[in-house]
Protein backbone atom coordinates (compact mmCIF):
# COMPACT_ATOMS: atom_id res chain seq x y z
CA UNK A 1 0.00 0.00 0.00
CA UNK A 2 1.01 3.04 -1.18
CA UNK A 3 3.02 4.74 1.72
CA UNK A 4 2.02 2.87 4.29
CA UNK A 5 4.81 0.12 3.10
CA UNK A 6 4.19 -2.36 6.52
CA UNK A 7 1.00 -3.56 7.36
CA UNK A 8 0.53 -1.76 11.15
CA UNK A 9 0.01 1.05 8.84
CA UNK A 10 -2.29 0.08 7.31
CA UNK A 11 -5.71 2.09 8.15
CA UNK A 12 -7.80 -1.05 8.69
CA UNK A 13 -6.36 -4.16 11.02
CA UNK A 14 -7.27 -7.60 11.04
CA UNK A 15 -7.79 -9.86 14.25
CA UNK A 16 -5.72 -12.71 14.57
CA UNK A 17 -7.68 -16.22 14.17
CA UNK A 18 -7.02 -17.58 17.34
CA UNK A 19 -10.42 -19.64 18.05
CA UNK A 20 -12.70 -20.92 16.23
CA UNK A 21 -15.70 -19.59 18.26
CA UNK A 22 -13.72 -16.12 18.16
CA UNK A 23 -14.32 -16.84 14.30
CA UNK A 24 -17.80 -17.32 14.49
CA UNK A 25 -18.88 -16.16 16.84
CA UNK A 26 -17.25 -13.00 17.82
CA UNK A 27 -16.63 -9.50 16.50
CA UNK A 28 -13.67 -9.23 15.11
CA UNK A 29 -12.80 -9.30 11.67
CA UNK A 30 -10.39 -11.76 11.00
CA UNK A 31 -10.37 -12.88 7.59
CA UNK A 32 -8.76 -15.98 6.11
CA UNK A 33 -7.19 -15.56 2.98
CA UNK A 34 -5.70 -18.45 1.31
CA UNK A 35 -2.20 -20.00 0.35
CA UNK A 36 -2.04 -17.19 -2.75
CA UNK A 37 -3.05 -14.62 0.33
CA UNK A 38 -6.81 -14.20 -1.62
CA UNK A 39 -10.45 -14.55 -0.77
CA UNK A 40 -13.35 -14.66 -2.84
CA UNK A 41 -16.06 -12.17 -2.83
CA UNK A 42 -19.87 -12.28 -4.26
CA UNK A 43 -21.01 -8.79 -5.10
CA UNK A 44 -24.62 -8.38 -5.40
CA UNK A 45 -26.70 -5.45 -6.28
CA UNK A 46 -27.87 -4.06 -2.66
CA UNK A 47 -31.23 -3.00 -4.14
CA UNK A 48 -32.36 -6.41 -5.91
CA UNK A 49 -30.01 -9.04 -4.63
CA UNK A 50 -29.07 -9.87 -8.08
CA UNK A 51 -25.61 -11.71 -8.25
CA UNK A 52 -23.33 -9.53 -10.37
CA UNK A 53 -19.82 -10.63 -9.75
CA UNK A 54 -17.53 -13.36 -7.94
CA UNK A 55 -14.34 -11.69 -7.48
CA UNK A 56 -11.35 -11.80 -5.10
CA UNK A 57 -9.27 -9.53 -2.56
CA UNK A 58 -5.92 -9.76 -1.11
CA UNK A 59 -5.54 -7.87 2.04
CA UNK A 60 -4.66 -4.51 0.50
CA UNK A 61 -8.00 -4.93 -1.54
CA UNK A 62 -10.12 -5.40 1.09
CA UNK A 63 -8.61 -2.58 3.36
CA UNK A 64 -8.81 -0.06 0.34
CA UNK A 65 -12.81 -1.29 0.10
CA UNK A 66 -13.52 -0.58 3.99
CA UNK A 67 -11.25 2.65 3.96
CA UNK A 68 -13.02 3.42 0.64
CA UNK A 69 -16.43 2.05 0.35
CA UNK A 70 -15.51 1.33 -3.13
CA UNK A 71 -14.99 -2.21 -4.59
CA UNK A 72 -11.27 -2.68 -4.66
CA UNK A 73 -10.39 -6.43 -6.08
CA UNK A 74 -7.10 -8.63 -6.77
CA UNK A 75 -7.32 -9.00 -10.18
CA UNK A 76 -5.71 -12.76 -10.99
CA UNK A 77 -5.87 -12.69 -14.83
CA UNK A 78 -3.86 -9.11 -14.84
CA UNK A 79 -1.91 -9.64 -11.66
CA UNK A 80 -2.64 -6.32 -9.95
CA UNK A 81 -4.97 -4.33 -7.68
CA UNK A 82 -7.95 -3.50 -8.79
CA UNK A 83 -10.20 -0.58 -7.89
CA UNK A 84 -13.40 -1.95 -10.47
CA UNK A 85 -14.09 1.32 -12.09
CA UNK A 86 -11.26 2.96 -12.43
CA UNK A 87 -11.21 2.67 -16.23
CA UNK A 88 -14.57 2.17 -17.55
CA UNK A 89 -16.45 4.56 -14.41
CA UNK A 90 -18.49 1.65 -13.45
CA UNK A 91 -17.53 2.32 -10.05
CA UNK A 92 -19.25 -0.32 -6.97
CA UNK A 93 -20.41 2.09 -3.95
CA UNK A 94 -20.17 -0.23 -1.20
CA UNK A 95 -23.58 -0.33 1.13
CA UNK A 96 -22.42 -3.64 3.16
CA UNK A 97 -19.60 -5.62 3.30
CA UNK A 98 -20.44 -8.72 4.93
CA UNK A 99 -18.38 -11.75 6.09
CA UNK A 100 -19.84 -15.38 6.35
CA UNK A 101 -18.98 -17.71 9.44
CA UNK A 102 -15.65 -18.89 8.86
CA UNK A 103 -14.64 -15.57 7.37
CA UNK A 104 -13.18 -17.23 4.35
CA UNK A 105 -15.47 -15.19 2.27
CA UNK A 106 -16.94 -11.88 1.49
CA UNK A 107 -20.21 -10.67 0.07
CA UNK A 108 -20.46 -7.41 -1.02
CA UNK A 109 -23.51 -5.33 -1.55
CA UNK A 110 -22.99 -2.55 -4.23
CA UNK A 111 -24.33 0.42 -5.93
CA UNK A 112 -22.82 0.30 -9.31
CA UNK A 113 -22.02 3.70 -10.95
CA UNK A 114 -23.50 3.51 -14.69
CA UNK A 115 -25.29 0.00 -13.83
CA UNK A 116 -23.01 -2.62 -15.20
CA UNK A 117 -20.33 -4.95 -13.49
CA UNK A 118 -19.19 -7.59 -16.06
CA UNK A 119 -16.61 -6.20 -18.34
CA UNK A 120 -18.63 -8.15 -21.34
CA UNK A 121 -20.93 -4.98 -21.09
CA UNK A 122 -24.10 -6.22 -19.29
CA UNK A 123 -25.15 -6.14 -16.06
CA UNK A 124 -23.90 -9.14 -14.40
CA UNK A 125 -21.47 -11.55 -15.00
CA UNK A 126 -24.11 -14.17 -14.78
CA UNK A 127 -26.17 -12.93 -17.84
CA UNK A 128 -26.72 -16.80 -18.86
CA UNK A 129 -28.43 -19.62 -17.36
CA UNK A 130 -27.64 -23.34 -17.88
CA UNK A 131 -31.68 -25.20 -18.29
CA UNK A 132 -32.56 -27.94 -15.94
CA UNK A 133 -33.11 -31.12 -17.66
CA UNK A 134 -32.17 -30.38 -21.10
CA UNK A 135 -30.78 -33.80 -21.66
CA UNK A 136 -30.31 -33.78 -25.59
CA UNK A 137 -26.51 -34.72 -26.87
CA UNK A 138 -24.71 -32.33 -27.59
CA UNK A 139 -23.00 -29.28 -25.33
CA UNK A 140 -25.58 -27.97 -23.17
CA UNK A 141 -27.11 -24.57 -24.79
CA UNK A 142 -27.08 -21.90 -22.33
CA UNK A 143 -29.76 -19.31 -22.19
CA UNK A 144 -29.05 -15.40 -22.54
CA UNK A 145 -31.20 -13.99 -19.45
CA UNK A 146 -29.81 -10.52 -20.23
CA UNK A 147 -30.42 -9.74 -24.00
CA UNK A 148 -29.34 -6.48 -24.37
CA UNK A 149 -25.60 -4.98 -22.78
CA UNK A 150 -25.50 -1.91 -20.82
CA UNK A 151 -22.37 -0.38 -22.75
CA UNK A 152 -20.13 -1.74 -25.08
CA UNK A 153 -16.94 -2.70 -24.26
CA UNK A 154 -14.97 -1.71 -27.08
CA UNK A 155 -15.95 1.44 -26.40
CA UNK A 156 -15.19 1.70 -22.68
CA UNK A 157 -11.74 -0.57 -22.87
CA UNK A 158 -10.91 -0.18 -26.41
CA UNK A 159 -7.82 -2.35 -27.38
CA UNK A 160 -7.12 -3.40 -23.65
CA UNK A 161 -6.19 -6.98 -23.59
CA UNK A 162 -9.42 -8.89 -22.84
CA UNK A 163 -9.17 -10.47 -19.13
CA UNK A 164 -10.88 -13.99 -20.37
CA UNK A 165 -8.66 -16.43 -20.40
CA UNK A 166 -8.92 -19.88 -21.94
N1 LIG B 1 -13.73 -4.60 -15.86
C1 LIG B 1 -13.50 -5.81 -15.71
C2 LIG B 1 -14.48 -6.65 -15.10
N2 LIG B 1 -15.72 -6.41 -14.62
C3 LIG B 1 -16.17 -7.59 -14.14
N3 LIG B 1 -15.24 -8.54 -14.30
C4 LIG B 1 -15.40 -9.92 -13.85
O1 LIG B 1 -14.75 -10.07 -12.61
C5 LIG B 1 -14.41 -11.44 -12.40
C6 LIG B 1 -13.01 -11.48 -11.83
O2 LIG B 1 -12.09 -10.94 -12.78
P1 LIG B 1 -10.50 -11.21 -12.70
O3 LIG B 1 -9.83 -10.35 -13.72
O4 LIG B 1 -10.07 -11.09 -11.28
O5 LIG B 1 -10.31 -12.66 -13.19
P2 LIG B 1 -10.34 -13.98 -12.32
O6 LIG B 1 -11.72 -14.56 -12.38
O7 LIG B 1 -9.77 -13.74 -10.96
O8 LIG B 1 -9.31 -14.85 -13.08
P3 LIG B 1 -9.60 -16.00 -14.10
O9 LIG B 1 -9.23 -17.23 -13.38
O10 LIG B 1 -11.05 -15.97 -14.50
O11 LIG B 1 -8.71 -15.66 -15.25
C7 LIG B 1 -14.55 -12.13 -13.75
O12 LIG B 1 -15.73 -12.88 -13.73
C8 LIG B 1 -14.70 -10.97 -14.72
O13 LIG B 1 -15.55 -11.28 -15.79
C9 LIG B 1 -14.18 -8.00 -14.90
N4 LIG B 1 -13.00 -8.52 -15.26
C10 LIG B 1 -12.11 -7.71 -15.84
N5 LIG B 1 -12.32 -6.41 -16.11
C11 LIG B 1 -11.20 -5.65 -16.75
O14 LIG B 1 -10.79 -4.66 -15.83
C12 LIG B 1 -10.20 -3.58 -16.52
C13 LIG B 1 -10.67 -2.31 -15.88
O15 LIG B 1 -12.07 -2.22 -16.01
P4 LIG B 1 -12.95 -1.32 -14.98
O16 LIG B 1 -12.65 -1.81 -13.62
O17 LIG B 1 -14.36 -1.53 -15.41
O18 LIG B 1 -12.52 0.10 -15.15
C14 LIG B 1 -10.59 -3.72 -18.00
O19 LIG B 1 -9.43 -4.15 -18.68
C15 LIG B 1 -11.62 -4.85 -17.99
O20 LIG B 1 -11.55 -5.67 -19.14
MG1 LIG C 1 -13.02 -15.74 -13.63
ZN1 LIG D 1 -18.12 -10.35 -16.33
Known sequence: MKGREHIDEWPVQFAPRLSVEAVEEGTLLAPKFNAEGLIPVVTTNASTGEVLMMGTMNAEALVRTIEAGE?????RSRHCLWHKGATSGLIQRVVEIRVDD????????????????????YRSCFYRSVPIGSLNSGPVKL?????????????IYGDAPNPTQL
Open 143 to 155: RFEETTKVFDPEV
Open 102 to 121: DQDAIWLRVDVDGGASCHVG
Open 71 to 75: AHYWS
